[in-house]
């Protein structure tokens, strides 16, 4: 019931599509979903988090959306560029606890 | 300011031997995690650190694990006779002061036990 199940492993897009990864949870107690980029020899780097109370949430070319029914939230990306490509995690925690549980993570690769 | 630091940034020992992991939060922050990352694999968490203490420790692999924070700051990561599945990435993060607060992550120390 910890678990955040992360899809695609993988994932190439050509500069200017849109990037879509998802994620899925099992425990509704979980209140607080960031997503995290990590670039090689990085660490992990927050990129735009959500709380269930909104639906969607868009910073730039980054955009969360939540389903809390279906216990799913997805990361969108759009107009991908190669300096884009990066592994992502999704993650989700309790706000009152302290661990984040990562997904597996999702390797981008942005073509030119 | 500057970030959260870790040293080694890389680490290759024998298996059976000793290795100690550090980590600089960010100044201020009181809240310190340590987190596995396995070659491929997502984060694991291992540890959290409030202040020095530590409420909870039961993500640690085994009693080859500990982990100790002094001052209210550095802290330092000890496995024990390594074994070959310890070869990871090893990333601690600080956040301000309480749960669930955004963490900030350093660039971690990659160990290789041969």
């Known amino acids: 019931q910890q678990q955040v199940k992360q899809s695609p492993q993988s994932l190439i897009v050509q500069k200017g599509g849109i990037s879509i990864i998802n994620c899925a949870y099992e425990?509704?107690?979980?209140?607080?979903f960031p997503w995290y980029q990590q670039f090689p020899g990085k660490g992990p780097a927050l990129l735009i988090a959500?709380?269930?109370?909104?639906s969607e949430k868009k910073e730039g070319r980054f955009t969360i959306s939540f389903n809390k029914s279906a216990k799913q939230f997805s990361l969108h990306i759009m107009d991908s560029q190669p300096g884009d490509s990066a592994t992502y995690f999704c993650?989700?925690?309790?706000?009152?606890?302290?661990?984040?549980?990562f997904g597996s993570g999702t390797r981008l690769l942005v073509r030119p | 300011g500057a970030g959260v630091s870790q040293s080694p940034s890389n680490k290759v020992t024998e298996k059976g031997k000793d290795v100690e992991l550090r980590c600089d939060p960010i100044?201020?922050?009181?809240?310190l995690y340590w987190y596995r990352q396995s070659l491929g694999q997502g984060l694991e968490f291992l540890i959290y650190?409030?202040?020095?203490?530590?409420?909870?420790k039961s993500g640690l692999p085994s009693d080859r694990f500990s982990a100790e924070r002094t001052g209210g700051s550095v802290s330092t990561l000890t496995i024990q006779r390594t074994q070959q599945e310890d070869s990871a990435v090893y990333l601690c993060?600080?956040?301000?002061?309480?749960?669930?607060?955004?963490?900030?992550f350093g660039p971690g120390t990659r160990l290789l036990v041969l």
């Open positions: 993060a600080s956040s301000p002061f309480r749960p669930g607060e955004t963490q900030y």
């Open positions: 425990n509704t107690a979980f209140d607080y």
């Open positions: 959500i709380r269930p109370d909104v």
């Open positions: 993650a989700a925690s309790m706000q009152s606890s302290y661990k984040l549980i």
């Open positions: 100044s201020g922050h009181t809240a």
């Open positions: 650190f409030q202040g020095n203490s530590a409420p909870d």
